[in-house]
Structure formats: structure tokens, C-alpha cells
């Protein structure tokens, strides 16, 4: 830090002929440049780690049964990791995906279960007479009127095996937790919530 | 300073900068590993309690030591924060200039574990103290000791005994493991409870001229009876009118979830001659797993996630409490919401229960689905999410096949007939009303509370030897050995006696249960001894 | 092959010189102000610094804005999630604490120099005032910044902030109600904070920031000669890349000791806010000690009175100093004044420090 140096007034640029002295000083401006990286680029990936986050991806997988349980034109409630209740279906025949289907049993008119009517091919909402269609769809109804649907999760068959891709955690089992306990702490996790409590997409 | 003696320093700052963060990735995984439960902190007093654990640490200081460990210790959480008290409580006193009381009860810790105490309220855990009047409480009482005080009838060298304490064994053997009704004692000598207090919801007593009558010692601390306190029994009945002690299963101080994770906490109750769950679990693939994979279990970590967290073993409270991947990671502080039959009863009854958490007895369907809120098999599904973390579906199926199939043939064969034995010999007056007092009653009760428990939890939790050798074979010797001769001499005796119409409908009882298909091999042979020896003389 | 590249490199060259017609040449020669040698002399780059801190400021900012949620409800988890299981969260937090104490303590170090070197004098007396300005902005930053975590010490803090408006005359209660979102603390407070603290407080600072900067390009830095020097130093040197290199070592030195400091003493979780239980000891961020203690010293309205003049002649003391100059004849009177000042700030902090109450 004195000032007895007296090189400080030339720039560092305009190198001679290839020299030590300009290999030595291109080696310190790498070095320089490394340096940095080396410094900020570490922080950077930090960053980006701390960023990824990681918590648990909220749906996963979920086994529900073999396909041999499940008759054609039955339904069986299937309750999903974080409690909500699920309809699962097998509507025709056939052991392809598109021969089950999985619906919220939750009515998007004001909540209650829905429960299918094999016999008539619908689900039916007890409290306000709301009927959807076995695609979920409402065709009668509160919910018609609203073109309303049951939210639909995607299945998969494998090996004679039903699979479901539900919620594992979700903001609605938060948004209950949340309004009977203040501290909205689940397990020791630390799960997002916007707002009032109030009915949250499943 | 000249510009490439900059440069240079740029580039030693930077990897310096490097070398920091390098340091900092090592404190992150030094955190990881705390949090795996690998090493723990220290920690400092809050100032609220800085001088309580400055005294305690010298008058009691293992009180002082086991805090320190606790996670309560690490947040912040001190003396004061659980011992706190109102002036107006029962047992509120002045100690050192803060108003305190001893015992601290769910509704204290709900003040910040407001979801577990709800949980653990509506639990049967919760219900434990009430076992007045029940057959267990008579044995202690009455039985065992006496309701009422009696005098020493010898002296016992070295202490003066004025009188005896009948209520010894219920207050050891009985409120230790159900729960005391705390009592305060009152100037007039007699005890000051919740009955007397009264206390609204906010756990204050309403009876507000009661607390002018508790006594107290020089310093003005309420006098707890020893007959109630110490006592860390599960459904304690606490003179703020909340139920249960929490610190039953996490032991103060260090309130740790360590131990509550492990087997051995339940096994301060469920245990020996009537109910040996502990030791049935030890004899399952279970316990052994256990016993030897413990080390891996995370038994420390900030969470306890069944199938994240640990899935070397189950204990008690990885199938009954703790969370799991597959129930959202809800730990639940009401051990019953998995158990779908209730092995407790002479018969075993099937778990659906009201919303009262009590299980429904009537067979009316309409009456039982207008009561029934959560099925059994809503509660063998949740029990079921725990066993799929480590089992398939149709093992876990055909295990439950195994325990129902084990359960109604005890229900069928020994514990319904034993009841209509024992509730014809009552109705017939062959019996006296007091219980105990006769040879079958005990019979009885060692058949279905004994022995008839041991098989159904040994089979509940996969001990085949407490199924069989210390559960049915010896519920089989019971009935066919004791049970029914001891039935029979009594129809004999009212015989002799001239009660003919007593003795015939009891014995039409015992002749037709022996006369189903299942007992026709006892059946034979019975007939056949009959010849050679007629049956009053038998035994 | 080496003549098609160096084609395609002078298209490409082109094709940006017409859409971005600024040459490295005019960009240097624009950065490239001359600067006096005594800021050859490190401490003299403290005005630097805190700009530097804002920058790492920002960014860890922006990266704990990710998680971040300004509810009641959540803020005290949310900044948990970020200590206790974010990878890397804990880093990130103390760094922005750390970062937090050290931009105040470079920005009271840099107004100090300014003040004694005489650097706000004629006619840099505008610059001064949005010196202050800075000055307020930073502290209001620090404050909003732990009143978010929702902790004891934020509740609280924010509560006796808020009441302290209150006691302000005639705008008081308007103003505790524009700061708190109602007549009480409430659930759409934390929100508030949040914006004042993440948008409004970094923007203002950001545009006096700019014109703070412009000021001084305008008027040049203030040049101080050292007896000791040398007549034949050149007076003046590069910005370009002499005195970068400078900013760039105080920074790596900064981030460095940053890191080591996130690393020692972190950033750790107080108890959860209680608005039912005033902790026993409570105390504010180091940098409010004074004003704390100021507030102990005296009724309310007098002290808020009196700091609202302590303020105000801080703001106005280029013109203040001057009268004095006049007066007195004496141009070392703000220097005298100066080190009573710095004696009784220290001195009150020091005390406040060490007393529990």
C-alpha cells in the first residue's frame, strides 16, 4: 500500500514482443480471472442450490391396486397420502389407462363426496343433486349450471397394476391445518400457503 | 501499489473467497448431520429461567442436566414457559418471585402443542383414569388392600405405624400407569380434586371459596396428596379438568421424542401377565429387527418420516403414532386410529367407534350407522399405509386374513361361550353378586383378562408364542380344565341342594356350547370319564 | 479458416456496433474518471463499500424473496424453512444480516471521512443532504428488515417503532397508521414491511444512489494533499482499471469476511413473535442503540422532538457549518463539534450495549 512503486501511471496493456515479462503478465490476469470465477462462480452454484429448493415434489405415484380387484363398472374410494379422497373408477373394458379414470370425490360445488352409481354410469352429489358424467363432468345440477367438473388425476396401468399420480401434500390439507392450528407446521415441514384459508385446486 | 501486484492480490482474495465458501459448504453439511441427529448443540438459559437453572443446577442438578438436552432447551422454551401459573390456579404458589405450579398438564403444554393435546384428548390414552368401579380397580382396592384404613394388628420394629393405607396398591400398582385424580389437601384434612374445583374451560376453578380451604406448608405451596402425586400415569385427571400427563411417554425433563419413539417408553405399561405387548413385540420379527438395526433409525432426527426418515424396523410408535410417506407425514397423538379390533373386552370387539372415540356395541344397523363416525376398516386402512412401506398389499391382506381368523376363533369358542356360562350361573343365583369371592370368577377372569388377551396380542403383533403357548393352549386348559368342571360342580351343588330348576338351566347352557361341533372331542372324552367316575367327585 | 472467422466475427461485431452504438473506447473513457491520489490510501474507499454491500444486498435479497412469505402466519416458518432446511438458506440469511451491520457501519464510516475531511463544504451541500438521505434509507432497511422475521424482536421492535410515530406532533397517529396498515399491528402489516423494506426502500436507494454518484462525477472527488507526499505525484490516476482493482480486493476482503462471520455466528431463529408477552430484555439492532437509549433518557415527545432536531441539523449542516465558520472565524469548529458527536454516539451505544435494561 505505499505509493513508491512508480509502474502504476502505465497501462497494463500494449504488451510487447512475447517476452517473460508479458507471459508473466498474462499468467496474472488469468490467475486474476480465475481467481473471480473461482470466488463468485462457487457462490453462483450456491445460489442456484439454494434456489432449486428442496422440498418434496407435492404428487407422486401412488399404487392403488391390481387391476383383477376392480370390476368393470365399479368404483372404490381411494384415500391419497395427504387424505384427500379419490374416486377411482374402471369404466369399459380393458386394461389400458383410459379404462380407469380418477376423480376428485370432492363436489366443486360446495364440498361434499360424490359417490358413483354404476347402475346409472355417474357420480352423484347427495347434497344438491349435482350428477356428473363418469368423465366427471356435470351435466346436472348446481354444478352444471356452474360448468363445473370433478378434478381429474392421472392414472397409469402397469403390469396389471393401477397407479394413480395423487397428491402427496397439497394446499388444501394445509389450508385445514392451517385454520385449526396457528402454526401451520406439518411434520416439521415447512409447506407454502397463500392467503385466507379457503378451498385450494387439489 | 503497482497494478499487477493488484492483479495478484485479486486472484489470492478470490481463491481466499473460494476457500471461504468452502468452509461455508463444510458448515452446511456439519448442519445436515445435526440435523440427522449426529451431534447436538449446547445451549444457553432464556432469561425468564436464568435463575432457576442457576439454583437448580446446584440443589437438583440432574433436573438442570436433562433440560439442557432437550429440544425445548435449544428453542428457547425454559423453566417458566411449562411451570407458569395464574394466581387464581388451585395450585398456583409464590416461588422465588415467580408464580409457578408442580405439576404441569396437557393444557399447559397445549399452550404450544395445541394439535397433539387435541389429538391425544380424544384418545383412549386421555380415558385412562377412569378405572373407578371397574373389575382391575376392585382387585386393588378391595382385594388387594382395603378402601378404608385399617389398624396394624403387629408392630413394625423401627417406625410407629398408626394405621394401615389400603389404598397402597391402587396408588402404586393401579394410578401409575391409568392416572391419579390429582388431589390438593384440603385444612379440614379431606382431599380438594377437580370435583371440587370445578374448573371452566380455561382450566380456572369456579368454585372460587375452595381454594381458601387447600393447605399449605411454611413457604405456601399447596400440599399435593401422595396418593396422587408423584404420578405420571397416562389419563391423570388434573385439577384444571384436562386429562392425561404428557410427560407419561415424554419424560421430563428432556421431553425427548427419542425415547417416545422407542418401545421401551410403552413399556412402563404395556407390559406382564395381562397385557404383554412389549414383550410380544420383542418376540416379533419386528422387535428383533429392531433390536439390532436401532443404530440406524434416526432415532434423533427433527422429524421421524417413516419410509424418509427410517424404515429399518417399526416400533410401537411407527405403526400407532409416528408419521409415515403415505399419510401425508401425520404423527397422530391418538395411538387408537390404526387399531381395527379392541382385544381389551372379554370379547373382542371390532373398532368402530362414535364420535365420542368409544367403540359402538349395538348390532342394530341403522343404529350403528347413524353412531358409527370412524369404521374399523377406515382404521385398518390407516394401519395398513404403515405396513406397505415394507410389505405388498396381499401379504398385509392375508396377515390380517391370519389375525381375524385367530380373533373369532377365540370370540367363538372360548370367550362368548365362557360369558354365557358365567351370566347363567349369575342370573340362576349360583353365584353371589360380589366378585372374586368365588373360585370360577377368577377362572374366568384369568381366561379372557390373562390369558385370553396374551393370544390376541400375540397375535395382533405377530408372537407366536405368546398366540399359542402362553395365549390359547393355556386359555384351552382354563375352559376345558377349570371352567367347565368348576361350572359343572356348581350345578352339582345346587342340585344337592334342591335348586333343580337353577342347575337345569345352567347345565342346558354347558350342554349345548359342548355340544357344538368344535367341542366334540371334550365332549367324548368328558362322557366317557363320566363312567368311570361319577362327576361331583372329579376334581 | 482463420479469415472466415475473423469474417464472422467482424459481422457479428457490426451487427452489434449498429444496434448498441456505444464503442468500448466512449464506454471507458465514460467509466474512467480521474481519481485523485488520496484515494490511494484504502480507507479513503469507503464510499465504495456500501455501494458494494448494497449490491451483495440485493442479491441475497432477492435469493431470500424466494421463500419469503409475509404473513403472520407464515413469515416466522418460512424464515425458519430458509435457516433450518434451504440448502445453503442459513448462508444466504447471515450473509444478508452480516451484510446488513456492515453496509451501516461502511455508510456511518463514510459519512464520518466525509464530515472530517471537510468534503461537504461548497459546493457539495446538496450531495451531503442526499448523503443523508442514504443515510435514513439504510437504517429504515435495517429496521424493516428484522421487523420481517417475525420473531420476538421484530414484533416488538415494530411495535415500539410504531408507537414512537405516534408520539410525533401532529402527523403521529396518521403516521403509525400509514406504517402498520390500521390503528393496531394486524395481519396485513407484515405486508407492508415487506414492500417498504424489498421495493420501495432499494429503489429510492438505488435513484439517490445514482445521483449521489452523478454529484460526485460532476463535481469531481474532493481532493485532500498529504503533507508527506511528494510534489512530483501526478495529482490524478485511472479509474479504469486502477481503482477497480481496488474495489474489487475491498470486495473479495469483504466477501470473505462475510462468509467467515455467516459461518461463526449465524444468523439464528429467536423465539417466535408473541404479541400476549413482551420479552424482559428487549433491545433493537445495535445501530438503533442510540436512538434507544436516547429514548430512555427523556419523556417521549422530548425525545422525539429532540432527535427530530438532531436530524434535521444533520441534514442542514453544510449551511450550519458555514454560519459557524463565519461566525467563529475558526474552520476546525466542525471538527470539534464532530468529535463531541462521535464521543457521545459511541458512548450511548457502548452504554446501551452493555446494561441489560
Known amino acids: ?141 348446481p354444478p352444471a349450471a356452474a360448468g363445473q367438473q370433478l378434478t381429474r388425476f392421472p392414472v397409469k396401468v402397469d403390469r396389471g397394476r393401477l397407479f394413480v399420480l395423487a397428491p402427496v401434500e397439497s394446499l388444501l390439507e394445509l389450508n385445514v391445518a392451517c385454520r385449526s392450528h396457528t402454526t401451520c407446521r406439518l411434520a416439521g415441514h415447512f409447506r407454502a400457503r397463500a392467503g385466507e384459508p379457503r378451498r385450494a385446486e387439489v | 501499489m503497482s497494478l499487477r501486484t493488484k492483479q495478484l492480490l485479486i486472484a489470492i482474495l478470490g481463491f481466499g473467497f473460494l476457500a471461504s465458501l468452502i468452509v461455508v459448504q463444510w458448515a452446511e453439511v456439519t448442519r445436515r448431520r445435526i440435523e440427522a441427529g449426529v451431534a447436538v448443540r449446547k445451549v444457553k438459559a432464556p432469561a425468564s429461567s436464568r435463575a432457576c437453572v442457576e439454583c437448580h443446577r446446584q440443589v437438583s442438578p440432574g433436573v438442570v442436566d436433562h433440560w439442557e438436552g432437550s429440544t425445548h432447551a435449544l428453542k428457547g422454551v425454559g423453566c417458566v414457559e411449562c411451570h407458569h401459573a395464574d394466581t387464581g390456579d388451585a395450585d398456583a404458589f409464590e416461588h422465588y418471585g415467580a408464580t409457578i405450579a408442580t405439576i404441569v398438564t396437557p393444557k399447559d403444554c397445549s399452550r404450544c402443542h395445541r394439535r397433539e393435546a387435541e389429538e391425544f384428548m380424544h384418545s383412549h390414552h386421555a380415558k385412562g383414569g377412569n378405572i373407578l368401579a371397574s373389575l382391575d380397580n376392585f382387585l386393588a382396592e378391595t382385594v388387594e388392600g382395603a378402601r378404608a384404613p385399617f389398624d396394624p394388628h403387629s408392630p413394625t420394629p423401627g417406625m410407629t405405624v398408626d394405621s394401615v393405607n389400603g389404598m397402597a396398591s391402587v396408588n402404586v400398582g393401579c394410578k401409575q400407569c391409568h392416572g391419579s385424580k390429582v388431589a390438593l389437601r384440603a385444612k379440614e384434612g379431606n382431599l380438594i380434586t377437580v370435583d371440587d374445583l370445578k374448573p371452566g374451560p380455561d382450566g380456572k376453578p369456579t368454585v372460587r371459596e375452595v381454594l381458601d380451604r387447600i393447605e399449605r406448608d411454611a413457604s405456601g405451596r399447596p400440599i399435593l396428596d401422595p396418593s396422587s402425586w408423584p404420578n405420571t400415569g397416562i389419563g391423570r385427571i388434573n385439577l384444571d379438568g384436562s386429562l392425561g400427563s404428557c410427560s407419561a411417554c415424554h419424560s421430563r425433563h428432556d421431553f425427548s421424542p427419542r425415547r417416545a419413539r422407542q418401545p421401551e417408553n410403552c413399556g412402563k405399561c404395556h407390559l406382564g401377565p395381562d397385557h ?52 401425508g407425514r401425520q404423527v397422530t397423538h391418538d395411538p387408537g386410529i390404526r387399531i381395527s379390533w379392541t382385544n381389551r373386552p372379554p370379547v373382542s370387539l371390532l373398532m368402530d367407534t362414535d364420535a365420542d372415540g368409544n367403540v359402538v356395541k349395538t348390532s342394530d344397523p341403522e343404529e350403528r350407522r347413524r353412531l358409527v363416525v370412524d369404521t374399523w376398516r377406515q382404521k385398518r386402512d390407516r394401519m395398513k399405509q404403515v405396513c406397505l412401506h415394507c410389505h405388498t398389499e396381499p401379504y398385509v391382506n392375508a396377515f390380517y386374513q391370519q389375525y381375524d381368523d385367530f380373533v373369532i376363533n377365540y370370540n367363538e369358542k372360548f370367550a362368548k361361550p365362557g360369558q354365557q356360562i358365567m351370566s347363567a350361573l349369575r342370573q340362576a343365583g349360583l353365584l353371589t ?49 377349570e371352567l367347565i368342571p368348576q361350572a359343572e360342580e356348581l350345578v352339582h351343588r345346587a342340585e344337592a341342594a334342591g335348586r333343580t330348576e337353577a342347575a337345569q338351566a345352567v347345565r342346558q347352557v354347558i350342554e349345548s356350547i359342548l355340544s357344538r361341533p368344535e367341542h366334540q372331542w371334550f365332549r367324548k372324552a368328558h362322557d366317557r370319564q363320566a363312567v368311570v367316575a361319577p362327576p361331583a367327585m372329579q376334581r | 479458416m482463420a479469415a472466415s472467422r475473423t469474417g464472422w466475427k467482424n459481422r457479428l461485431a457490426a451487427w452489434w456496433a449498429e444496434r448498441v452504438p456505444v464503442s468500448g473506447v466512449q464506454l471507458r473513457e465514460l467509466t474512467n474518471e480521474p481519481v485523485p491520489n488520496h484515494l490511494k490510501k484504502w480507507w479513503f474507499a469507503l464510499g465504495g463499500t456500501p455501494a458494494y454491500l448494497f449490491l451483495i444486498q440485493v442479491f441475497t435479497g432477492i435469493l431470500l424473496a424466494f421463500y419469503y412469505q409475509p404473513s403472520p402466519l407464515t413469515a416466522y416458518e418460512s424464515v425458519a424453512y430458509i435457516t433450518r432446511h434451504a440448502e445453503y438458506g442459513w448462508y444466504f440469511r447471515s450473509l444478508h444480516k452480516w451484510g446488513a451491520t456492515f453496509m451501516i457501519a461502511a455508510v456511518i464510516l463514510h459519512q464520518m471521512r466525509v464530515y472530517f475531511t471537510g468534503a461537504y463544504r461548497r459546493p457539495r451541500e446538496l450531495n451531503w443532504v442526499i448523503g443523508m438521505c442514504l443515510l435514513l434509507c439504510t437504517l429504515l432497511l435495517g429496521f424493516t428488515g428484522y421487523s420481517l422475521v417475525y420473531e420476538q424482536l421484530s414484533y416488538w421492535g415494530a411495535q415500539v417503532a410504531a408507537n414512537l410515530s405516534e408520539a410525533v406532533p401532529l402527523a403521529g397517529s396518521v403516521l403509525k397508521h400509514l406504517l402498520l396498515g390500521g390503528p393496531e399491528y394486524n395481519e396485513r402489516t407484515l405486508a407492508r414491511f415487506y414492500v417498504i423494506h424489498a421495493a420501495v426502500l432499494p429503489v429510492t436507494l438505488i435513484l439517490l444512489l445514482a445521483i449521489h454518484i452523478a454529484f460526485v462525477r460532476l463535481h469531481g472527488v474532493t481532493e485532500l494533499r498529504f503533507e508527506d507526499e511528494e510534489q512530483t505525484e501526478p495529482r490524478y490516476y485511472n479509474f479504469f482499471p486502477d481503482h477497480l482493482y481496488t474495489e474489487l480486493c475491498i470486495g473479495l476482503v469483504l466477501m470473505i469476511l462475510l462468509s467467515a462471520l455467516a459461518t461463526i455466528f449465524p444468523a439464528v431463529m429467536g423465539p417466535k413473535a408473541n404479541p400476549l408477552e413482551t420479552p424482559e430484555v428487549i433491545k433493537p439492532e445495535w445501530f438503533f442503540y442510540v436512538v434507544f437509549r436516547w429514548l430512555k433518557l427523556f419523556s417521549l415527545t422530548t425525545a422525539i422532538v429532540s432527535a427530530g432536531f438532531i436530524v434535521a441539523a444533520m441534514f442542514l449542516w453544510p449551511w450550519i457549518d458555514a454560519l459557524l465558520i463565519r461566525l467563529t472565524g475558526n474552520r476546525e469548529i466542525s471538527t470539534y463539534i464532530g468529535v463531541v458527536a462521535t464521543i457521545l454516539l459511541t458512548g450511548m451505544t457502548i452504554y446501551e450495549a452493555l446494561v441489560e435494561h
Not at chain 2, 374366568?444 to 385370553?452: A, I, K, M, T, V
Request: net charge negative.
Open chain 2, 276 to 327: 404383554p405387548q412389549k414383550e410380544i413385540y420383542e418376540e416379533s420379527k419386528h422387535g428383533v429387527a429392531y433390536r439390532d438395526l436401532r443404530e440406524q433409525m434416526n432415532l434423533d432426527g427433527e422429524t421421524w418420516v417413516l419410509g424418509e426418515d427410517y424404515s429399518q424396523a417399526p416400533t410401537c410408535a411407527t405403526c400407532h403414532m409416528s408419521a409415515n410417506t403415505r399419510n
Open chain 2, 433 to 481: 353378586p360380589e366378585e372374586f369371592d368365588e373360585e370360577i370368577e377368577w377362572t374366568w377372569f384369568y381366561l379372557w383378562h390373562h390369558e385370553g388377551r396374551r393370544a390376541r396380542h400375540g397375535a395382533s403383533m405377530m408372537a407366536p408364542d405368546y398366540a399359542h403357548w402362553h395365549g390359547m393352549y393355556e386359555v384351552a386348559e382354563r375352559f376345558y380344565m
Open chain 1, 1 to 141: 500500500m505505499d505509493d513508491s512503486d512508480s509502474s502504476h501511471t502505465q497501462r497494463p496493456h500494449g504488451a510487447g514482443p512475447t517476452t517473460g515479462r508479458s507471459a508473466r503478465r498474462l499468467f496474472l490476469r488469468v490467475a486474476m480471472a480465475g481467481g473471480l470465477v473461482a470466488g463468485y462462480g462457487t457462490l453462483g452454484v450456491m445460489a442456484g442450490r439454494f434456489l432449486y429448493s428442496n422440498g418434496q415434489p407435492s404428487r407422486r405415484w401412488q399404487f392403488v391396486t391390481t387391476i383383477d380387484a376392480l370390476a368393470v363398472g365399479d368404483a372404490i374410494l381411494y384415500e391419497a397420502p395427504n387424505g384427500a379422497k379419490l374416486i377411482i373408477a374402471r369404466q369399459k373394458e380393458g386394461e389400458t389407462d383410459d379404462c380407469f379414470a380418477a376423480l376428485s370425490s370432492i363436489c366443486p360445488h360446495l364440498g361434499c363426496l360424490v359417490h358413483w352409481e354404476p347402475q346409472n354410469e355417474r357420480f352423484f352429489c347427495p347434497c344438491h343433486n349435482g350428477i356428473f358424467d363418469k368423465g366427471g363432468k356435470a351435466i346436472s345440477g
